[in-house]
């Protein structure tokens, strides 16, 4: 399974963007799926996850109320829409598809991952 990330970008504090990853399997559409970000000199953190239909999503505390995360199986494609963007968003942020078909917020949950996108957020 490969994952494709895009979307990132540089943006104004306030500001939106949303992140696509594409699947090249329709297998990923049991499986969850979620968000990670590294930001520079920093450890990677758990962005945000989502069960195999969607019907469960998780969100990091830092994120919440701002970020949303979705997925189209029909097109083995996950998002991340973010809104209300902070300069504390600035990070690679790559996408995950778990070991399981439940959300999971640890990275050893998961065994493939996108090459990542970087969001910048200037204030």
């Known amino acids: 399974v490969q994952l494709q990330a895009s979307g990132g970008g540089l943006v104004k504090a306030g500001g939106s963007l949303r992140l696509s990853c594409v699947a090249s399997a329709r297998t990923t559409s049991n499986n969850g799926m979620g968000w990670f970000r590294q930001a520079p000199g920093k450890e990677s953190e758990f962005v945000a996850g989502?069960?195999?239909?969607?019907?469960?999503?998780g969100l990091a505390d830092s994120v919440k109320g701002r970020f949303t995360i979705s997925r189209d199986n029909a097109k083995s494609t996950l998002y991340l829409q973010m809104n209300n963007l902070k300069p504390e968003d600035t990070a690679v942020y790559y996408c995950a598809a778990a070991r399981s078909a439940t959300v999971v917020g640890v990275p050893t949950g998961y065994n493939y991952w996108g090459q990542g996108t970087l969001v910048t957020v200037s204030s």
């Open positions: 989502i069960s195999w239909n969607g019907g469960r999503t």
